[in-house]
């Protein structure tokens, strides 16, 4: 059974950075796209970054220019650079596969099958 685990999460303060992984057991991931989302209480949940099979990336504008999302595959591994961070990118991320081997950051939320439970990242001073 695939399972998708988060960790990199903290508090950090803004204009700082952080490094979020997401490692899967149970199943190769090689073949298709992965995403990271983030959630904060009482909104919907938004994607921030997307990298295909073989290695395109898209990023929400939210993020662009200051999140970067990569992916090992040997490791089973995708990882979220986040640099510059900002109060407003306090919330829970999640990271998850998708069915297809392409995503887009436009990509609809429900052709990611598999979710991760998440971890917790906080900007604040």
């Known amino acids: 059974q695939l399972q998708l685990v988060e960790s990199g999460g903290g508090l950090v303060q803004p204009g700082g950075s952080l490094r979020l992984s997401c490692t899967a057991s149970g199943f190769g991931i090689g073949n298709y796209a992965m995403a990271w989302f983030r959630q904060v209480p009482g909104k919907e949940r938004e994607v921030v970054a997307c990298?295909?099979?073989?290695?395109?990336?898209d990023y929400s504008d939210s993020v662009k220019g200051r999140f970067t999302i990569s992916r090992d595959d040997a490791k089973n591994t995708v990882y979220l650079q986040m640099n510059s961070l900002k109060p407003e990118d306090t919330a829970v991320y999640l990271c998850?596969?998708?069915?297809?081997?392409?995503?887009?950051?436009?990509?609809?939320?429900?052709?990611?099958?598999?979710w991760g439970q998440g971890t917790q990242v906080n900007v604040s001073s």
């Open positions: 998850a596969l998708s069915q297809h081997s392409m995503a887009v950051i436009t990509t609809p939320t429900f052709y990611y099958t598999y």
């Open positions: 990298i295909s099979r073989d290695g395109m990336t």
